[in-house]
């Protein structure tokens, strides 16, 4: 069974601080990685996609790869109230994504 | 416009009902999917299709059927409906053979099985 795991939370951060959200996966075959965001009653949003080991940045969102580890990571810089949300890690598996269950992100005034 | 698209939004229905929904991508994408959203927000891949094959999650009942009339569409049908079909089901599409092949998500069906 290929497994994504991720902390539920609630993760609390305060506005303007560095929200750090952490996943490992389970299949070392695994080539493609994926942080999706979910607000409530929406569908998910692509934020970053990573392939290669290191770090991806995209304006405050920086994206943390380890293959060796089987571990993935989502750093949010200067969080804004707005960022919270559901964050979804997702590993390609072939033919489809495993989802883990998502962090729960509240950033506060 | 809107890039993939579902209909309804929302379906509420009586146990035992068939039901379809509908998904459309206007993308060029040659790869569709269903997953389903549990009332834990659990994501989860029910089945993978593109021109050549149908890939179906192990743990989905016989009783959900995808249908592809076209290379833009992936609907769902699903018969003899009961409570724990309650959920939010996301259609998603992407190319193949793109780096990672990104999926992008449709807004969703609220099914509500009664």
């Known amino acids: 069974q290929k497994e994504v795991e991720q902390n539920s939370g609630p993760l609390s951060v305060p506005e303007g601080a560095i929200a750090s959200l952490n996943c490992t996966y389970s299949d070392r075959g695994s080539q493609s990685f994926f942080w999706y965001r979910q607000y409530s009653g929406k569908s998910p949003e692509l934020i970053m996609s990573i392939y290669s080991n290191g770090d991806k940045e995209d304006g405050r969102f920086t994206a943390q790869l380890n293959k060796a580890s089987q571990y993935v990571s989502l750093l949010i810089r200067d969080s804004q109230p707005s960022d919270s949300a559901t964050y979804l890690c997702?590993?390609?598996?072939?033919?489809?994504?495993?989802f883990g269950k998502g962090t729960s992100l509240l950033v506060t005034p | 416009d809107t890039a993939v698209s579902q209909t309804p939004k929302y379906l509420v229905t009586q146990m035992g009902n068939d039901k379809s929904i509908k998904c459309e991508q206007n993308l060029g994408h040659d790869t569709m999917y269903w997953y389903k959203q549990d009332s834990k927000k659990f994501l989860k891949i029910m089945f993978s299709?593109?021109?050549?094959?149908?890939?179906i999650n192990e743990t989905v009942p016989n009783r959900f059927s995808p249908k592809s009339p076209d290379k833009a569409h992936l609907n769902l049908h699903i018969n003899s409906l009961e409570l724990g079909d309650s959920a939010v089901y996301f259609c998603?599409?992407?190319?193949?053979?793109?780096?990672?092949?990104?999926?992008?998500f449709g807004p969703g069906t609220r099914l509500l099985v009664l």
């Open positions: 997702a590993v390609n598996s072939g033919y489809a994504l495993n």
């Open positions: 299709y593109n021109n050549k094959e149908l890939i």
């Open positions: 998603a599409s992407s190319q193949a053979g793109t780096i990672g092949e990104t999926q992008y």
